[in-house]
């Protein structure tokens, strides 16, 4: 039965966990309630609380897509005390799930055209679903890129769904690292630098960022070097969000909340809330 207050959660079961990297792991969770979870729908960009129950409740951005029907995925990176206590459930143990909240990434606009996804770290986690939405209605959209870079190797994100990626129709997979180690032979740069040396065009395309702000900062400086407009950026910022609705003003960025206007927003739009991003 759907709650009547959005601050309550839904009971939900840890059905999984699979590490990604030595300290992110996905969590597969599935709502007990059968009309609350046949119900659920949300779409790539946005994201839900989950709680630990004793600890806390923390905002993660959803890394499965809903037309598959399958459990809620998020990722979760190890590093406070409700991303602990998470890291240490055993699959069957409950948790808590509100949401989902947040706009979305405008996949609709983007069909048609080539789409460059550009992540680093366990920034790269929300914009999976927009590569699945891409390769399960191929048709749809032009040239795919995917740039996915990280600290080390062991840090590289959804590495076991690497092959399937690069071997999909119109679809190039560009890994880097900032360090290599000695089973490493692939590129060691840092993502401004791919994206400079990889001539990025902006010729019918979109890019799609996440990933830590100075990683964003300076991948913005290129792809402007490129011609690419500022509607033809897209990326999400991250806030201290704490309510999910708007409501607690911990997310506010100007006059819009992270939480409710966005996470999802064009450089357009950003450059008329921050006077330098």
């Given at each position: 039965?759907?709650?009547?207050?959005?601050?309550?959660?839904?009971?939900?079961?840890?059905?999984d966990?699979?590490?990604?990297?030595?300290?992110?792991?996905?969590?597969?969770i599935?709502?007990?309630?059968?009309?609350?979870?046949?119900?659920f729908?949300?779409?790539?960009g946005?994201?839900?609380?989950?709680?630990?129950?004793?600890?806390?409740e923390?905002?993660f951005?959803?890394?499965?897509?809903?037309?598959?029907?399958?459990?809620?995925e998020?990722?979760?990176?190890?590093?406070?005390t409700?991303?602990?206590?998470?890291?240490?459930?055993?699959?069957?143990?409950?948790?808590?799930?509100?949401?989902?909240?947040?706009?979305h990434?405008p996949l609709?606009e983007?069909?048609?055209?080539?789409?460059?996804?550009?992540?680093?770290?366990?920034g790269?986690?929300?914009l999976?679903?927009v590569?699945l939405?891409?390769?399960?209605?191929?048709a749809d959209y032009?040239?795919?890129?995917i740039?996915?870079?990280a600290?080390?190797?062991?840090?590289?994100?959804?590495a076991?769904?690497?092959?399937?990626?690069?071997?999909s129709?119109?679809?190039k997979?560009e890994?880097?690292?900032?360090?290599?180690?000695?089973?490493w032979?692939g590129?060691?740069a840092?993502?401004?630098?791919?994206?400079?040396?990889?001539?990025l065009?902006?010729?019918?395309a979109?890019?799609?960022?996440?990933?830590?702000p100075?990683?964003?900062?300076?991948?913005?400086?290129?792809?402007?070097?490129?011609?690419?407009?500022?509607?033809?950026?897209?990326?999400?910022l991250?806030g201290?969000?704490?309510?999910?609705?708007?409501?607690c003003?911990?997310?506010?960025?100007?006059?819009?909340?992270?939480c409710?206007d966005?996470?999802?927003f064009t450089?357009?739009q950003?450059?008329?809330?921050?006077?330098q991003?």
């Amino acid at each position: 039965m759907k709650s009547d207050s959005p601050f309550v959660p839904y009971l939900a079961t840890l059905q999984d966990s699979i590490d990604l990297t030595p300290d992110v792991r996905l969590f597969r969770i599935e709502i007990d309630d059968p009309e609350v979870r046949a119900n659920f729908d949300y779409s790539p960009g946005q994201f839900i609380f989950v709680s630990a129950f004793g600890t806390g409740e923390s905002p993660f951005g959803l890394t499965s897509v809903a037309y598959r029907k399958g459990p809620l995925e998020v990722a979760v990176r190890k590093v406070g005390t409700v991303t602990g206590s998470l890291h240490e459930l055993e699959p069957g143990a409950a948790v808590g799930v509100r949401g989902p909240f947040g706009n979305h990434f405008p996949l609709d606009e983007f069909k048609g055209k080539n789409v460059h996804i550009i992540g680093g770290g366990i920034g790269f986690a929300p914009l999976r679903p927009v590569i699945l939405t891409i390769l399960d209605h191929r048709a749809d959209y032009g040239e795919l890129l995917i740039i996915n870079g990280a600290r080390t190797p062991q840090d590289l994100v959804f590495a076991s769904e690497f092959d399937t990626w690069a071997g999909s129709p119109k679809t190039k997979l560009e890994l880097t690292v900032d360090a290599g180690d000695k089973s490493w032979t692939g590129r060691v740069a840092l993502i401004p630098s791919v994206v400079k040396e990889l001539n990025l065009s902006p010729d019918n395309a979109v890019a799609v960022i996440c990933g830590p702000p100075i990683m964003i900062h300076f991948t913005l400086i290129e792809l402007k070097k490129l011609g690419f407009g500022d509607n033809q950026i897209v990326t999400t910022l991250e806030g201290k969000m704490k309510c999910g609705l708007g409501k607690c003003a911990r997310c506010n960025v100007g006059e819009k909340y992270i939480c409710k206007d966005g996470p999802v927003f064009t450089l357009e739009q950003i450059s008329k809330l921050l006077e330098q991003f």
